[in-house]
């Protein structure tokens, strides 16, 4: 790898959606939201709310939008769920610029723009400062980077409660990356403590599987952007994909094998198995 970061900086590539319809009026890709998409979107929305307690009364929630898919999905989630007079929770929406090139973040605030989300852009040149420091291995201190930026900008704000955009595939494709590379069982959680502890990072699209909210981006014209980063658009192909195509084979074969490594993640018997940790404590069946 060049030793220049601005060698690699690209343009991030706008999803392109060959076969989307016309754009939609703002009205249209609300309203599709509980009709169009209410089975395989909006109920699940609520379910994972529900039953994981991800929105309580007094919250003070951060939608962090990356400008991807997901992310401007779960800002409209919250958009529709905010309607809910019934609900006592209040949101924000923020969008971290890691460095950006110009043309996609016009990109990103023609989204935001169209999509009516109201969200603070800010800056934080976190993309060239981790390939400054380790130019040979920066993804580990970018990722640690963007977290205490984030957590930090929250925090600023306010909130006690982060959304991020993670859904259905994510919580699989995490169980197996963690069980074929890192050689545990570990998966993603709808809830969980913030590194700093002082804040709750919630996952509401845990029941949104990826096909569905590539489906209602299709429909409604809306054209995102990919994670942009100029360091990714140069690596060898990351264990995440390496996951993706594996599963993309094996869902050709059985459709249903998804669900049920999702649900493997509920029904784990202690014991039949050698061990586990808890509260940071190892544990042997011997």
């Keep these: 790898m060049e030793n220049n970061f601005s060698s690699l900086k690209k343009t991030c590539s706008i999803v392109d959606w060959a076969d989307s319809k016309e754009i939609s009026p703002l009205e249209d890709i609300e309203n599709s939201i509980k009709t169009t998409y209410r089975k395989k979107i909006w109920s699940k929305f609520i379910k994972a709310v529900k039953e994981f307690n991800l929105v309580e009364d007094g919250d003070k929630i951060a939608v962090g939008i990356s400008g991807g898919k997901d992310s401007l999905l779960l800002a409209k989630l919250f958009q529709e769920l905010k309607k809910d007079k019934s609900r006592n929770f209040e949101v924000k929406f923020i969008t971290m610029n890691p460095g950006f090139e110009a043309i996609d973040l016009g990109q990103l605030k023609k989204n935001l723009d169209y999509l009516n989300i109201p969200c603070e852009v800010f ?4 993309w060239e400062a981790a390939f400054n420091q380790d130019p040979d291995n920066p993804c580990f201190l970018c990722a640690k980077m963007r977290r205490g930026v984030l957590y930090k900008k929250v925090e600023e704000l ?21 069980m074929f590379y890192a050689g545990t069982i570990k998966t993603m959680l709808p809830k969980v403590k913030s590194t700093t502890g002082r804040l709750s990072l919630i996952r509401p699209l845990f029941y949104v599987k990826e096909q569905d909210i590539i489906n209602y981006t299709k429909y409604n014209g809306i054209k995102p ?19 993706k195509l594996l599963l993309k084979s094996l869902t ?3 459709p249903d094998i998804k669900q049920r490594i999702f649900n493997s993640t509920k029904n784990i018997n202690l014991d039949y198995v050698l061990g586990y940790e808890k509260d940071g404590e190892k544990h042997l069946n011997i």
């Design 225 to 243: 952007m990919t994670c942009g980063c100029p360091i990714e658009a140069n690596k060898t192909p990351s264990k995440r994909k390496e996951i």
């Design 252 to 254: 050709e074969k059985d």
């Design 123 to 126: 800056e934080a040149n976190v």
């Design 158 to 178: 306010g909130c006690n409660k982060m959304a991020l955009g993670h859904h259905f595939d994510d919580v699989i494709e995490t169980t197996l990356i963690n």
